[in-house]
């Protein structure tokens, strides 16, 4: 009936703009609950870090071991930091396609027909690209392609190493930064931050890395779900 319908009526603008606003408002709350987990996590890893370091501090034979793992989660740390802040630039552009979208619609009501906006379609293209907000997304674009607003449909998503470009390798003095501000420790010239200066030269002890191991895979499947 629907499609009955589409051929002989034209989309009726109120319905156009109430369907584009329901779409931005989904992909703001999924906004939301990726960011609020994203925190959660950030949490987690801090204190991971915390417990690394006090298990240096009370066993300085395993120094080494905690240092390593510290140096670790503090990676993850930054990773997550990362994600959370392209997120809230997501969620700006979308406020922004949202009130161009609505300018669009009074526009259309006051001179009776709509104009293409190169803006808003740059901020879409930009948006779709997104993993977390592809599905949703694509459908908010062929309903602005519909009203006319954007002209073409947009690109395809990020891939996964382009999202994560510059994140493998985390420069040691950004590290460093999240380790003082975690543990409150001055950097010391020629020590590594969070251990102690005597306790680095202690001799290490056999790693038992597969709990290391198992925490930080938990933690990057919980960074990989909320880009699915």
């Given amino acids: 009936m629907e499609s009955i319908r589409a ?18 408002r989904a992909n703001t709350r999924k906004l939301d609950r990726d960011m609020q987990n994203l925190k959660a996590l950030e949490s987690k890893t801090k204190q991971y870090i915390l417990q690394a370091n006090k ?13 390593n793992e510290t140096r670790t989660f503090a990676r993850e740390m930054i990773r997550i930091r990362k994600q959370n802040n392209r997120l809230a630039t997501s969620k700006a ?3 922004s396609v949202q009130m161009q979208v609505n ?13 293409a906006s190169t803006g808003i379609m740059k901020d879409v293209n930009s948006l779709v690209r997104l993993p977390e907000l592809t599905g949703t997304m694509r ?8 009203a006319g607003i954007i002209e ?4 395809d998503s990020l891939p996964d190493e382009e999202l994560l470009e510059g994140e ?13 501000e975690v543990l409150k420790t001055p950097e010391v010239p020629g020590t590594k931050i969070g251990i102690e200066p005597d306790a680095q030269e202690a001799a290490p002890v056999d790693e038992d890395l597969e709990e290391q191991e198992a925490t930080l895979a938990q933690m990057r499947g919980r960074l990989e779900a909320l880009k699915s």
Avoid at 55 to 67: D, E, G, L
Avoid at 103 to 115: L, P
Avoid at 168 to 180: C, I, P, R, S
Wanted: with cysteine.
């Fill in 7 to 24: 051929v002989f009526f034209k989309p009726d603008p109120k319905a156009q703009m109430q369907k584009c606003n329901q779409l931005i």
């Fill in 168 to 180: 493998d390798e985390e420069a040691e003095t950004e590290v460093d930064k999240v380790l003082g």
């Fill in 139 to 146: 459908e908010l674009s062929q309903e602005l392609m519909k």
């Fill in 103 to 115: 300018e669009a619609f009074s526009v259309r009501k006051i001179e009776g027909s709509i104009r």
């Fill in 152 to 155: 073409e449909m947009v690109g």
């Fill in 93 to 95: 552009q979308l406020h």
């Fill in 55 to 67: 298990r240096a501090q009370r066993n300085p034979s395993q120094a080494k071991q905690a240092q």
